[in-house]
C-alpha cells in the first residue's frame, strides 16, 4: 500500500447526516470483480441534482470530503471506499463514521478523520465561503489546518503506522505464522468444519 | 490468540463465510501475492445477493452472471466448497450457516457482510468485514481487532401477544439511532429475549449493525443447543459431549459490568414500523408520521425534513393511512421457516388486495423445501402472492427484484435507505405478520386489523 502521512487539497461540504453505503454507492453498481472503476456510481442517487455538492462548479477538484455524523454506515461493501477514491478523494472527515466502512477506509489508504460537529460546521463555512481554501489533513501531527484554523483528531496510534508506512496487513499478520500454527493444533476437534478434512 | 497490547489482538476465525460480491476483489489479492487459502475447511461459499428468484438457471443480467461465475472458479480454483443456485443447500449466508448447524456457541464468525451478526444469535461473537479483511482471513485465517466496548440490551418481562423479535428491535433501534451502538458488542438478555425462539433471537441480532453495534450476541442456552443438535454440522456422540459442556460455560457472570446498558420493558412494545430511510426512524403502528419540528437535535430535525420529502409523507398522518404497492417477504432478517409461518397464518383465507403486489422469498432453498411440505406455498398462492426462489432478492435490488421510482414498499428486510430496494423506492420496515397484514389491507396494518 502507498505511504499515508498528509494530504492537502480543496475540500467539498457534504451537509446531511447519515450518508449510508447505499448512499455512496447503491448495490446495483457492485457488481464490478475489480478494485477500480466505480466512480460512475459515487453517489449515484443525487448525481442528477444539479445542486448537489459535487455538480456545483465551485468544487469540481476537490480531494477532501468534509460530511454530516455517522458517514459511511451500513453495509459492509469496501466498493463505497473505492469510489470515494476512483472519484478522487484523499480524506473523509466528519463527526463520526459507520465502524466497518472505516476500517476500511483505512486498509486503502484513504484517511477518515473524526472531528466534532462544531469543528465540522466551521470548516463548511470556510469552504463554502472560500471553495479554493486548502484543507490539510495531517496525520503525522493528527491535525486539520485550514486558512488560520487548525483542530486536533484522535488516531489510533498502530493504525497510524501502518498507513504511514504503507504497510501491508496481511505480510504483517503472517510474521506471527508460527503462533498461528500453535493455535491450530490446539483447536478443539469438535469444532465444525466445511470439509471433510482440512486442506 | 494474540494479545501483546501494543497492536490490536489477533482474533482466529472459526467460520469464514462467503459470497459473490465482498470476495472477487479478496481472491484477486491472494493470486497477485501467491498465497492459498489457509483452511479452506473453515470456509464456505454461497450464491445470494445477485442470484434471480424467478427461476434456478438463467441469470440474465450479463454483470451479475459474470460476478457469479467469478466466485465459482474462484471456489473451484482455490479449493472453496460453494452452494451455487440450484444446489439445495443454496440461499441467503446466514440462513444456510446456522441450518447446516455450521454455526454454534462460542464461535467466532466473519462474512464481507454486515448482517453477519445474525450469528451472533447462538451466542458466538460474528460481525460483517470489508473485502480487505476478506483477503486478510483467507490467507491468515485471523484477524486484528481491537477489544470492543460492551452493552447490555435487557428486555424485562414478555412480549405481549402479537409483538415479534422484528417489533423489537426496531424499537430499540428507535431509542439508540444508527450510531447508538457503536464500538460495542451487544449482550442482548432478559425474560423476552430467552422466550424468543433461535428464529427470533437471529432476526434480533441480525439488525445489531443497523445501530451501529461491533456484533450483538445472546448466551447460549437449551434452546440454542436443541437447534444445533442432529444438524449436518452438529457434533455427535462423544463430541457432542465435550462441545455441550464447553457451550453450557458460556454464561456472562451474574456480577458482569457493562460499558453501558439499557433496559426495555417488553409489556410496553407493540408492532413497530419505520416512517423514515434509516432504520432508527421507527414509530408504532398505532402511531403517527412524526413532525420533523419535534425533534430538538437540528441534525435529527433535517434529517426528518429528508426522510418525509423522500418517502413523500405528511407529518401526522397515521401510519395505518399509508398505502403501499409492494410488500416483500424475506430477507436475512425474516426469510427463516417461523416467518414464513407467521405471514402465511395471517394471509391464510385472505386475499392480497388489488394493486399490490406480494413477493414471498425464502431465505434458502431449504427453508423453500418445508414450506412447501408444510402446505405454506399454497397459502400464498391461493392468496394471490408471488412464491420465489431463495436469495437476497428486495432486500438490497441486486437482482432484478427492484421497486420502480416512487413505488411503497412494506419490507421485513433490514434496511430503508434511500434507494436501497431500488433507485427512488421507499421502504417502511415491518415484522413478517404486520407485512401479511398489509399486503391484505393494501396498507400499513396489522393481523388485528383485518
Known amino acids: ?199 | 490468540m494474540r494479545s501483546d497490547g501494543e497492536q490490536p489482538d489477533l482474533l482466529y476465525i472459526d467460520l469464514h463465510l462467503l459470497h459473490e460480491v465482498t470476495s472477487p476483489q479478496a481472491f484477486d489479492g491472494l493470486r497477485q501475492a501467491g498465497r492459498k487459502v489457509r483452511r479452506t475447511d473453515l470456509t464456505l461459499a454461497t450464491e445470494d445477493h445477485n442470484t434471480p428468484t424467478d427461476n434456478l438457471f438463467t441469470i440474465a443480467d450479463p454483470t451479475s452472471r459474470k460476478q457469479i461465475e467469478t466466485l465459482r472458479a474462484n471456489c473451484e480454483e482455490f479449493g472453496v466448497r460453494i452452494h451455487s443456485l440450484g444446489d439445495a443447500e443454496q440461499g441467503v449466508v446466514h440462513v444456510v450457516g446456522p441450518q447446516l448447524g455450521l454455526t454454534q456457541p462460542g464461535m467466532t464468525v466473519v462474512c464481507g457482510d454486515s448482517h453477519t451478526s445474525t450469528h451472533g444469535a447462538f451466542g458466538s461473537i460474528a460481525f460483517g468485514i470489508g473485502t480487505s479483511e476478506v483477503e486478510h482471513v483467507l490467507a491468515t485465517q485471523t484477524l486484528p481487532q481491537s477489544k470492543p466496548k460492551t452493552m447490555a440490551v435487557t428486555v424485562d418481562g414478555s412480549l405481549p401477544e402479537g409483538v415479534s423479535a422484528k417489533d423489537l428491535i426496531l424499537k430499540i433501534i428507535s431509542i439508540t439511532g444508527t450510531g447508538g451502538g457503536k464500538g460495542h458488542i451487544v449482550e442482548y438478555r432478559g425474560q423476552a429475549i430467552e422466550e424468543l425462539s433461535m428464529e427470533g433471537r437471529m432476526t434480533v441480532c441480525n439488525m445489531s449493525i443497523e445501530w451501529g453495534a461491533k456484533a450483538g450476541l445472546i448466551a447460549p442456552d437449551e434452546k440454542t443447543f436443541e437447534y444445533v443438535k442432529g444438524r449436518a454440522h452438529a457434533p455427535a456422540g462423544e463430541e457432542w459431549d465435550a462441545a455441550l459442556e464447553y457451550w453450557r460455560s458460556l454464561k456472562t457472570d451474574e456480577d458482569a459490568e457493562f460499558d453501558r446498558e439499557i433496559v426495555i420493558d417488553a409489556a410496553e412494545l407493540s408492532p413497530f414500523v419505520t416512517w423514515g430511510t434509516n432504520p432508527g426512524q421507527g414509530v408504532e403502528l398505532s402511531g403517527a408520521v412524526p413532525d420533523p419540528a419535534s425533534f430538538d437535535d437540528p441534525i435529527e430535525r433535517t434529517t426528518a425534513e429528508n426522510a418525509l420529502t423522500y418517502m413523500g409523507l405528511e407529518a401526522g398522518t397515521p401510519m395505518r393511512e399509508v398505502d403501499v404497492d409492494v410488500v416483500f417477504l424475506g430477507s436475512c432478517t425474516n426469510g427463516r421457516i417461523e416467518d414464513l409461518r407467521a405471514a402465511a397464518e395471517v394471509i391464510k383465507g385472505r386475499k392480497v388486495a388489488d394493486g399490490v403486489n406480494m413477493m414471498v422469498v425464502p431465505g434458502s432453498a431449504r427453508v423453500r423445501e418445508q414450506a412447501v411440505a408444510e402446505g405454506l406455498d399454497k397459502v400464498f398462492t391461493e392468496a394471490g402472492a408471488d412464491w420465489r426462489f431463495a436469495g437476497c432478492s428486495m432486500c438490497l435490488g441486486m437482482n432484478p427484484d427492484q421497486l420502480t421510482p416512487g413505488q411503497r414498499a412494506a419490507s421485513t428486510s433490514n434496511r430503508n435507505f434511500e434507494g436501497r430496494q431500488g433507485k427512488g423506492g421507499r421502504t417502511h420496515l415491518v415484522s413478517p405478520a404486520v407485512a401479511a397484514a398489509t399486503a391484505v389491507a393494501g396498507r400499513l396494518a396489522g393481523p388485528a386489523d383485518l
Request: charged share 30%.
Open chain 1, 1 to 199: 500500500m502507498e505511504k499515508v502521512t498528509t494530504h492537502t487539497g480543496p475540500a467539498a461540504p457534504l451537509r446531511r447526516s447519515n450518508v449510508d453505503t447505499d448512499q455512496i454507492i447503491p448495490a446495483v453498481y457492485l457488481k464490478r470483480v475489480t478494485k477500480t472503476g466505480f466512480e460512475d456510481g459515487l453517489f449515484a442517487e443525487w448525481r442528477d441534482d444539479p445542486a448537489f455538492v459535487l455538480n456545483q462548479d465551485a468544487h469540481q477538484g476537490a480531494t477532501i470530503l468534509i460530511a454530516g455524523t455517522e458517514f459511511g454506515t451500513g453495509s459492509s461493501r469496501e466498493h463505497a471506499v473505492w469510489a470515494l477514491k476512483d472519484y478522487g478523494f484523499k480524506a473523509v472527515i466528519a463527526p463520526r463514521f459507520g465502524d466497518i466502512f472505516r476500517g476500511n477506509s483505512l486498509k486503502n489508504g484513504l484517511l477518515t478523520v473524526e472531528l466534532p460537529a462544531e469543528a465540522v460546521e466551521a470548516l463548511w463555512d470556510a469552504v463554502e465561503a472560500d471553495p479554493g481554501l486548502a484543507v490539510t489533513v495531517d496525520l503525522v501531527e493528527r491535525e486539520v489546518r485550514a486558512g488560520e484554523r487548525s483542530w486536533p483528531f484522535e488516531f489510533d496510534d498502530f493504525a497510524r503506522w501502518r498507513l504511514m508506512e504503507g504497510l501491508d496487513d496481511v505480510a504483517l499478520t503472517l510474521r506471527d505464522e508460527a503462533r498461528i500454527a500453535a493455535f491450530e493444533s490446539n483447536r478443539d476437534a469438535w469444532r465444525p468444519r466445511t470439509l471433510p478434512s482440512a486442506a
